[in-house]
């Protein structure tokens, strides 16, 4: 088991497990029943059915519950600051589970599509919470959108796809002030690169699909915590609601944490060179990497994204092309090394267009607002060799007439 000044590079790997007490194994066991035995009714070992108690997925909660900073206690048989779910928006499901009817959300304005939907054609609906959709950047955009019914600020930073950074301890400071709970979704920075609830902030989201687990091969969503009353919410409807991670997923995820520390230094490192080399590009319009001092929060980025306290802008870019849809088309599908495809954050390269594919769920008109236009094309940078990359690249922008 790590301690509390273990670094993270070290925790990624030990953070929250121990051998196996009774075969000595190192990797936490893959437990599959869904039932365990009891000497007497109601008495047992710590667990009694999987959706409520699974040691591999326990596992997998302190691993995380360590990584994003949280102080609550935990043994072998339970995690109190780790949550794992069976995707990302069954995490952000959860937590709007711990919301009445009624209360009011204010949300960043550029958000992951699915969660975007989640909000307004379900949870609208479905639970009568109210969501206000604001620049979360502008911090005095944020204090004109809290009312008396403010229950919960969620924030994507940086966000999806626009790459808009918000400054998560200027949020917190706000919040705190009013009583208001504080969410992250942190998908994009990882702990590695940053830690909201260390900034202060009292909940933070991951879909772990993609940087944590690393390799293209599971969905999972990750809940985490430093507030014991907040915790002890989160198991009741964890447990309630059932949408729990199972025990081969948990495992996989894990074992992608393993590695999280060594990938995120290499999509960093290569996906500031495809940064740069974008923004040279001809027909490149606009490139946004939230570290590049062209970035419109770069200030903000190189405080809050860091890596060995160095700014560190992650394996995300955004970029807009100098062309319209057909040509955005002749780009996505001349590239060869970069995957046409959903999602993100795995070992290979992928190439994605928002107004299309992931966020094709967001109004024509909020998308126009946002940037996200029929040119707008989002990367998520691999592990491959970086000259590849830009080779491949320059080769498909070169596609374009």
């Not at 959300?105 to 054609?121: I, K, N, S």
Request: charged share 20%; net charge negative; aromatic share 6%.
């Amino acid at each position: 088991m790590t301690t509390d000044s273990t670094r993270l590079a070290t925790m990624a790997v030990h953070g929250g497990q121990a051998p196996c007490p009774t075969t000595g194994a190192v990797m936490p066991p893959i437990y599959l029943s869904s039932t365990y035995a009891q000497c007497s009714p109601g008495v047992h070992q710590g667990f009694e059915y999987t959706r409520s108690h699974n040691p591999t997925r326990y596992a997998l909660e302190r691993s995380i519950s360590r990584l994003e900073g949280s102080a609550l206690s935990e043994s072998q048989d339970v995690s109190f600051g780790g949550f794992a779910y069976s995707s990302g928006l069954a995490a952000i499901s959860c937590l709007l589970d711990t919301l009445t009817a009624g209360d009011h959300v204010v949300a960043m304005d550029d958000l992951y599509g699915g969660t975007h939907r989640l909000f307004t054609q379900v949870r609208a609906r479905s639970q009568g919470l109210q969501f206000s959709f604001v620049d979360l950047s502008d911090t005095a955009a944020l204090e004109a959108a809290i009312t008396d019914q403010t229950k919960l600020i969620w924030v994507e930073t940086p966000t999806n796809p626009m790459l808009k950074v918000a400054d998560l301890a200027a949020i917190a400071c706000i919040a705190r002030e009013r009583g208001i709970l504080t969410a992250c979704d942190n998908t994009f920075a990882t702990p590695i690169l940053q830690r909201p609830l260390e900034i202060g902030f009292d909940v933070v989201m991951h879909s772990a699909t993609k940087y944590l687990g690393g390799h293209s091969d599971v969905v999972a969503g990750i809940l985490a915590t430093g507030n014991a009353d907040i915790a002890t919410q989160l198991r009741f409807h964890q447990n309630s609601v059932g949408s729990i991670l199972g025990p081969l997923d948990s495992y996989l995820v894990l074992r992608g944490i393993k590695t999280l520390d060594l990938r995120m230094r290499r999509h960093c490192e290569s996906a500031s060179k495809v940064a740069d080399m974008l923004a040279a590009h001809p027909k490149v319009k606009t490139t946004l990497y939230p570290t590049r001092n062209d970035h419109p929060q770069h200030a903000v980025a190189l405080k809050q994204m860091q890596l060995d306290g160095q700014p560190a802008g992650g394996g995300m870019i955004s970029i807009e092309l100098k062309t319209d849809l057909q040509g955005s088309r002749r780009f996505l599908e001349a590239v060869r090394i970069f995957t046409l495809a959903e999602s993100l954050g795995g070992v290979e390269s992928l190439v994605n267009h928002p107004a299309i594919m992931t966020h094709a769920a967001v109004p024509a008109d909020q998308r126009a607002a946002l940037g996200i236009s029929d040119s707008l094309v989002r990367l998520s940078i691999g592990i491959e060799d970086v000259n590849d990359l830009l080779e491949d690249i320059d080769n498909a922008l070169n596609a374009i007439p």
